[in-house]
Each structure stands twice: as C-alpha cells, then as structure tokens.
Nanobody, 124 residues
Framework: QVQLVESGGGLVQAGGSLRLSCAAS????????KGWFRQAPGKEREFVGH????????YYADSVKGRFTISRDDAKNTVYLQMNSLTAEDTGVYYC?????????????????WGQGTQVTVSS
C-alpha cells in the first residue's frame, strides 16, 4: 500500500524559508512521479509543483516559480519542497501526491495517492 507522510511545516515569518519532506513507502519510489499541492483556508486545493519519476524534470505553478524547488532522494524514498521568500499567500496545508508515470501532472484527479498534509503558516 502506497503511503506518503509529509513533515516540515510550521510557522515562519514572511521572507523566510521552510523545507517540506514527503516520505514514501509501499511502492517502487523511483517509478512514481510526485506532486505538491496546497490548500489555503476557504480555497480549493491548488497545484504547486511536480517532479517526474527520474527527477530530470520539474514544473511549477507561476505563483511559486523562482521561489520553490522540488527535489527527490530515491535512496531515502523522500521528496522535498524547498520554499524560499515566503509570503502570507503561501499559507495553507501542503500535500504530497504520487502516481505512476512520467508526467507532468497538474491536476488533483491525475494523482492516485495522497499524504495527510502539513500546515505552513507565514506571518506577515
């Protein structure tokens, strides 16, 4: 059974940085594409970024491009989301998602497995 567990969220001041982690188990990590999504209070869940199965390609939402970076460590079965220059608009619950295939995948419906989410709060 595929399991994804996010960690690393917390409270940070505007302009600061956080690194989220998504630890995966129950599948051949290196054959799955991974995505990050977020959901702000009162808003729909939205795409943040994607990394393909090999780690050779990444894609980002315009709102985070140049500030966020996704990487993966297949030896640790972990995907990371490095977030820099955070603003209050980045506040929300961040989710890790996975599916087999290369991608890119931008839509919630394209992912088969989800973590429970981790809260990120940016104070202005």
């Amino acid at each position: 059974q595929v399991q994804l567990v996010e960690s690393g969220g917390g409270l940070v001041q505007a302009g600061g940085s956080l690194r989220l982690s998504c630890a995966a188990s129950g599948h051949t990590f290196s054959t799955y594409a991974k995505g990050w999504f977020r959901q702000a209070p009162g808003k729909e869940r939205e795409f943040v970024g994607h990394i393909n199965w090999s780690g050779s390609s990444t894609y980002y939402a315009d709102s985070v491009k140049g500030r966020f970076t996704i990487s993966r460590d297949d030896a640790k079965n972990t995907v990371y989301l490095q977030m820099n220059s955070l603003t209050a608009e980045d506040t929300g619950v961040y989710y890790c998602a996975a599916r087999r295939g290369s991608g890119p995948y931008y839509r919630i419906s394209e992912y088969d497995y989800w973590g429970q989410g981790t809260q990120v709060t940016v104070s202005s």
